[in-house]
């Protein structure tokens, strides 16, 4: 699945009009895109200087935080939608990140590589570590601080409370319902408290 199905993906999970805070916002293209044709508002974040100015150049507003600190500055339900797309694997408090985005945000939209792939466990069977178009770096220089998978996620949502509006994963250019944590890439959680 290339990064704009991905967007696109996710851009169709947002009501039009929405507030957004999206964490780990990149260099804010679906931001930009949720303002231009869904009419939506709000913030991204992220902590790298070339996203930052990326954004700032896209015309969206961006805050430059550490998102290992956490939420504390946003208040309960302050935001519509808080978006996590390809972050919670680089974060080293992600069940407290979980937890701070279903606290920020009325909905919560998670999506990050399933490790469970069928093509990733083939490539752990071989004795290799997987490198594949959605994890893409050598085991010894991934940014990726952790690897999980559909059912993984399934369950940190279920220990935390969290109530699953929506579940599916994405391989190629399909939707993956049935076995999405054998057959899907991406895994695609929509939540709530």
């Given at each position: 699945?290339?990064?704009?199905?991905?967007?696109?993906?996710?851009?169709?999970?947002?009501?039009?009009?929405?507030?957004?805070?999206?964490?780990?916002?990149?260099?804010?293209?679906?931001?930009?895109?949720?303002?231009?044709?869904?009419?939506?508002?709000?913030?991204?974040?992220?902590?790298?200087?070339?996203?930052?100015?990326?954004?700032?150049?896209?015309?969206?507003?961006?805050?430059?935080?550490?998102?290992?600190?956490?939420?504390?500055?946003?208040?309960?339900?302050?935001?519509?939608?808080?978006?996590?797309?390809?972050?919670?694997?680089?974060?080293?408090?992600?069940?407290?990140?979980?937890?701070?985005?279903?606290?920020?945000?009325?909905?919560?939209?998670?999506?990050?590589?399933?490790?469970?792939?069928?093509?990733?466990?083939?490539?752990?069977?071989?004795?290799?570590?997987?490198?594949?178009?959605?994890?893409?770096?050598?085991?010894?220089?991934?940014?990726?601080?952790?690897?999980?998978?559909?059912?993984?996620?399934?369950?940190?949502?279920?220990?935390?409370?969290?109530?699953?509006?929506?579940?599916?994963?994405?391989?190629?250019?399909?939707?993956?319902?049935?076995?999405?944590?054998?057959?899907?890439?991406?895994?695609?959680?929509?939540?709530?408290r």
């Amino acid at each position: 699945m290339s990064d704009l199905q991905l967007l696109n993906t996710i851009a169709n999970l947002v009501p039009a009009g929405s507030h957004v805070l999206d964490l780990g916002c990149g260099d804010g293209a679906l931001l930009q895109q949720l303002t231009r044709d869904k009419g939506c508002t709000g913030y991204g974040i992220d902590i790298d200087d070339a996203n930052v100015l990326a954004c700032v150049r896209r015309g969206v507003n961006v805050l430059q935080v550490n998102l290992h600190q956490g939420l504390t500055s946003f208040a309960d339900q302050s935001f519509d939608v808080v978006l996590q797309i390809n972050t919670l694997q680089h974060l080293r408090n992600a069940e407290v990140m979980l937890r701070e985005t279903a606290r920020v945000g009325r909905v919560g939209i998670i999506a990050f590589p399933n490790f469970a792939h069928w093509a990733n466990r083939l490539s752990v069977l071989r004795g290799r570590m997987p490198v594949t178009a959605r994890l893409p770096y050598q085991w010894y220089d991934t940014p990726n601080i952790r690897v999980g998978t559909f059912k993984d996620f399934e369950v940190l949502a279920e220990k935390n409370g969290l109530k699953l509006l929506d579940a599916f994963g994405l391989d190629e250019q399909h939707v993956v319902r049935r076995w999405p944590n054998l057959l899907a890439g991406t895994a695609v959680f929509k939540l709530q408290r």
